[in-house]
């Protein structure tokens, strides 16, 4: 748990792991919140935006999109429980992303790739949490991924 905490937890380094990150400068830190300017692009969609960060060690990394000109709403939400019993080296991720385009065109494009994209991200962090702190003790199981319409 803590480990995946660490990796989602530690934003100024996505541009260095997450697909279509360009951009992430944590602006300001406190012990349960943080406030960072992101940049994403994955043509044709380019976007600067400001995040409100909820972050609970190691339960809880919630990212609220405040500033920005590409959605209506952003909401990226890690939670991390205890996984197997006892095996600490495990834990349960639910991983949820809301969103609401403020066009038309971004929200039909968003459909279509919604469930790669966000295979994408997944792949990344776990991939990133094994360069950091080795191979995984119990083999990975996907997510789930529902496109939910606004």
């Avoid at 349960?32 to 409100?52: G, K, V, W």
């Avoid at 459909?111 to 949490?129: L, S």
Wanted: hydrophobic share 40%.
């Amino acid at each position: 748990m803590e480990q995946m905490y660490t990796v989602v937890a530690e934003v100024e380094k996505y541009t260095e792991f997450v697909p279509f990150c360009k951009k992430s400068v944590v602006r300001s830190r406190g012990p349960e919140h943080m406030r960072a300017d992101l940049m994403i692009s994955f043509p044709p969609i380019y976007e600067s935006y400001t995040s409100n960060i909820t972050i609970h060690k190691p339960y809880l990394v919630k990212a609220v999109c405040t500033e920005g000109k590409l959605f209506n709403h952003l909401l990226t939400e890690w939670k991390f429980s205890p996984g197997l019993k006892g095996n600490p080296q495990s834990c349960i991720i639910d991983f949820t992303v809301t969103f609401e385009f403020r066009s038309l065109l971004h929200s039909h494009l968003a459909h279509v790739f919604f469930n790669e994209v966000v295979r994408q991200m997944e792949d990344a962090f776990i991939r990133e949490a094994t360069n950091r702190f080795g191979k995984a003790s119990v083999k990975t199981q996907k997510l789930v991924t529902v496109p939910i319409s606004s």
